[in-house]
């Protein structure tokens, strides 16, 4: 009878430890939204991407005083003689508002395009700051013929892959002028356990 006993004891543990090894685990709220595979980012044109390797770095800088605030202008053109699609030009503004860190810090913000999509990089990340953000921008010269109005956005991605919400007065593709812009998009500052350092934002098809 012991015996029996024994053995039930142990069957319940066995069920028991299979139960744990089988449950879910899920990770602790976060409040932002992970993504599991990356952006369907607009793709720049091949010979544009010949261009911008490792070697060929597109970006502007701006010291910015906290008590001021100020913008970030990144204006690039690149001669296409006989290319279809014209010139590629990239033009984005952004804008820091006043008191959006201390007032006496001053911070070097950079904005750089990336050499293999309609994508631009800003350091460091605002998501350090107390206020929204605010940015113009727009690209021209890029094959916009594969992009699906119901689909096209524009966002805002952290280094740690989170998407912060983006606000616009004006998101268009100009299938003609082979352009895509966004006007006043409005990136609220965003709270996470660990700041990532640098941050990017552009459109996804």
């Known amino acids: 009878m012991k015996s029996l006993i024994t053995l039930a ?6 069920m028991v430890g299979c139960s744990d090894n089988n449950s879910s685990i899920t990770s602790p709220e976060t409040g932002y939204t992970q993504l599991s595979n990356g952006p369907n980012w607009v793709k720049l044109p091949a010979d544009i991407q010949g261009r911008l390797g490792i070697e060929t770095e597109y970006s502007a800088s701006k010291l910015i005083k906290g008590k001021d605030g100020g913008n970030v202008k990144l204006d ?3 001669k296409r003689p006989g290319n279809p699609l014209g010139d590629f030009e990239v033009h984005a503004k952004l ?8 007032d006496q810090e001053e911070r070097l913000f950079t904005l750089t395009l990336d050499p293999d999509y309609a994508v631009i990089n800003v350091s460091p990340s605002p998501n350090t700051l107390e206020k929204h953000i605010k940015i113009d921008a727009e690209i021209k010269g890029i094959d916009v ?3 699906d109005e119901e689909t096209f956005d524009f966002i805002y ?5 989170e998407i912060l919400e983006t ?5 268009t593709v100009d299938y003609n002028k082979n352009k895509i812009k ?3 998009a409005v990136i609220d500052p965003y709270t996470v356990g660990m700041t990532p350092p640098g941050s990017r934002f552009g459109w996804v098809r």
């Open 9 to 14: 004891v142990i069957a319940i543990l066995l």
């Open 76 to 78: 690039i053109k690149i």
């Open 95 to 102: 804008k820091i508002e006043k008191h959006s860190f201390p």
């Open 145 to 147: 013929s594969d992009i």
């Open 157 to 161: 991605v952290g280094d740690n892959s």
């Open 167 to 171: 606000a616009k007065e004006e998101l």
């Open 182 to 184: 966004v006007k006043k």
